[in-house]
């Protein structure tokens, strides 16, 4: 079974950073694309940023520059880091893992879903 667990989520004033982890299990991360995908109340999920296989990083227009991606495949992690946040970062942050080395930005292209965290920025 494939399990991805977020942690790092919180409450953090405007300007500030957190930086979210996820945990895999049952897929490899070296090989298939990750993302890192929030949804914020009454709001569709959206791609903030993805890593594939091959470590090609992508990111949304309204995170870049603040926002990177990365992960540690000796520990099947993969990370968020968060600068300069802002209220409008506010939002239940997911972990997705895609069978396929790249999944782009469309939610469906990921197959596996954590269970999110949240990050609320005042």
């Known amino acids: 079974d494939v399990q991805l667990v977020e942690s790092g989520g919180g409450s953090v004033q405007a300007g500030g950073s957190l930086r979210l982890s996820c945990a895999a299990s049952?897929?490899?991360?070296?090989?298939?694309?990750m993302g890192w995908f929030r949804q914020a109340p009454g709001k569709e999920r959206e791609r903030v940023a993805t890593?594939?296989?091959?470590?090609?990083?992508q990111f949304a227009d309204s995170v870049k520059g603040r926002f990177t991606i990365s992960k540690d495949n000796a520990k099947n992690t993969v990370y968020l880091q968060m600068n300069s946040l802002k209220p409008e970062d506010t939002a239940m942050y997911y972990c997705?893992?895609?069978?396929?080395?790249?999944?782009?930005?469309?939610?469906?292209?990921?197959?596996?879903w954590g269970q999110g965290t949240q990050v609320t920025v005042s």
């Open positions: 049952g897929v490899t991360i070296s090989r298939n694309c």
């Open positions: 997705a893992a895609s069978l396929n080395w790249y999944g782009g930005i469309s939610v469906a292209a990921y197959n596996y």
């Open positions: 890593i594939s296989g091959f470590d090609i990083t």
